[in-house]
Nanobody, 121 residues
Framework: QLQASGGGLVQAGGSLGLSCAAS????????VAWFRQAPGKEREFVSA????????LSADSVKGRFTIFRGNAKNMVALQMNSLKPEDTAVYYC????????????????WGQGTQVTVSS
């Protein structure tokens, strides 16, 4: 079971950090991704990290602004979001998979409940 946390309200240009934690099997056993879904839009890929933390993948829209990394604790994956824009407003979900990292949500069988990020202009 995954638990996403850390969302909130921030002004444009600000920063937020999201965390994804797991209960049961350690999160270090999975490739983990963040997705987001804005009102009226489809869920979209944000960033992903391999089980080892050795490789990451990010959407072009967040490259240079968002960083995904694994925490010192084996059971946490974080998403540091800097230079936030109003278009980053969405519910952010963490997801995990045992198959290779993918940008497709269908590749991830395990999902957290989502955390709201709102960026005001």
């Amino acid at each position: 079971q995954l638990q996403a946390s850390g969302g909130g309200l921030v002004q444009a240009g600000g920063s937020l950090g999201l965390s994804c934690a797991a209960s049961g099997r350690p999160l270090s056993a999975y490739n983990v991704a963040w997705f987001r879904q804005a009102p009226g839009k489809e869920r979209e890929f944000v960033s992903a990290i391999t089980w080892s933390g050795g490789s990451t993948l990010s959407a072009d829209s967040v490259k240079g602004r968002f960083t995904i990394f694994r925490g010192n604790a084996k059971n946490m994956v974080a998403l540091q979001m800097n230079s936030l824009k109003p278009e980053d407003t969405a519910v952010y979900y963490c997801a995990a998979t045992e198959v290779p990292v993918s940008t497709r949500s269908s590749s991830y069988p395990y999902w957290g409940q989502g955390t709201q990020v709102t960026v005001s202009s």
